[in-house]
């Protein structure tokens, strides 16, 4: 039994990423993204640095784990839907380590209103992505897909984490570059506001 994680630097993978953690001693593989696309041309580095800050927090303060990186630098117009590039990359992460036997394959969403609209298409697509990566791959079972933080609100996600892992975290959707590795929030992005909303900026 072991559990692949998408960590995109971010609250709510970052407290999937606590959970898996601290809920049993199944291993867990953690693997981000660096996805570089035409949204915003420095929210993919103030999210790389936050994903090694968070690694290195939950592995000083809970156990070792597996954490693993690839490249997506995709500058067209259409950069489309991340839950469908994490399946897609999942997959062959899930598949780089056949003898761990990955068989829960989790997804960091939150109970929120996804306000982009055709979520539950959103999810279906992703689902199909990651079973079609599989479909070569000769598995003796089907990997499940699960949602460790999918009953939390933002609100509960940040009252649940560490309160060193919530200033760590990366949530604004545009960053402003400052120099030496740090950013400012944006103040107007959809994720600026939530967290505006909730009080926790
Ligand atoms: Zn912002």
């Known amino acids: 039994m072991a559990t692949l994680l998408m960590l995109s630097g971010g609250a709510d993978s970052a407290?999937?990423?606590?959970?898996?953690?601290?809920?049993?001693?199944d291993p867990v593989f953690a693997h981000h993204i660096i996805i570089a696309d035409s949204e915003s041309p420095t929210r993919y580095k103030a999210e790389n640095i936050a994903c090694d800050r968070v690694v290195q927090y939950c592995r000083e303060q809970y156990r070792d784990f597996v954490y693993t990186k690839s490249l997506w630098d995709f500058q067209l117009r259409y950069f489309g839907w991340n839950l469908t590039l994490c399946a897609f990359v999942g997959a062959r992460?899930?598949?780089?380590?056949?003898?761990?036997?990955?068989?829960?394959?989790?997804?960091g969403v939150i109970d929120e209103p996804h306000s982009l609209g055709m979520w539950k298409e959103r999810?279906?697509?992703?689902?199909?992505?990651?079973?079609?990566?599989?479909?070569?791959?000769?598995?003796?079972?089907?990997?499940?897909?699960?949602?460790?933080?999918a009953h939390m609100t933002k609100a509960d996600v940040l009252n649940f984490l560490?309160?060193?892992?919530?200033?760590?975290?990366?949530?604004?959707?545009?960053?402003f570059e400052v120099g030496q590795n740090m950013f400012r929030p944006c103040g107007k992005c959809i994720s600026c506001n939530t967290r505006k909303n909730i009080g926790h900026i």
């Open 93 to 107: 992460v899930l598949r780089s380590f056949p003898e761990a036997k990955i068989n829960r394959y989790a997804v």
């Open 162 to 175: 560490p309160p060193a892992l919530k200033e760590m975290v990366s949530f604004c959707r545009n960053p």
């Open 15 to 25: 407290a999937a990423l606590v959970k898996l953690l601290t809920d049993n001693r």
């Open 123 to 149: 999810v279906e697509e992703a689902q199909a992505t990651f079973y079609a990566g599989l479909t070569t791959a000769g598995l003796t079972y089907r990997p499940e897909i699960v949602w460790p933080v």
